[in-house]
């Protein structure tokens, strides 16, 4: 029983230290401008999955909520994750394409005013 106990404790003390040593990875406050090479090095070190990113508005300008930079405006899509990714090619996928072309009912249309189509097509919300 105690080398069962002693296990746990262990084990329970690598869970805390994984979690501790992980902190200073996501404490970090990106900047309303990010550097290009930081950037780079954050795309590589994403092992397959987008880096942390910056929201990008039509224009291609940085959007930081937290310190209020143009926190006004909507993202682009296009701007944001087009800037690593073939946004021509996967704006023609499944998902970008459902409802493109249905009309809009007039009572959706009154009722979400922001929407595009009554399907997926241009955003929901």
């Not at 979690?19 to 092992?47: C, G, L, N, R, W």
């Amino acid at each position: 029983m105690k080398t069962y106990d002693r296990l746990n404790r262990i084990l329970i003390l690598l869970v805390i230290l994984s979690f501790v040593m992980a902190i200073p990875a996501f404490a970090q406050t990106p900047s309303s401008d990010p550097d290009e090479k930081a950037y780079e090095e954050a795309k590589q070190d994403a092992m397959g999955i987008c880096p942390p990113i910056f929201l990008r508005d039509e224009n291609g300008n940085t959007i930081n909520p937290v310190s209020r930079v143009n926190a006004d405006v909507p993202y682009s899509p296009k701007q944001t994750c087009g800037k690593c990714h073939d946004y021509d090619k996967i704006t023609q996928g499944y998902h970008f394409n459902q409802g493109k072309g249905e009309k809009m009912t007039k009572n959706f249309a009154q009722t979400y005013p922001w929407c595009t189509s009554p399907g997926q097509y241009g955003g929901r919300w």
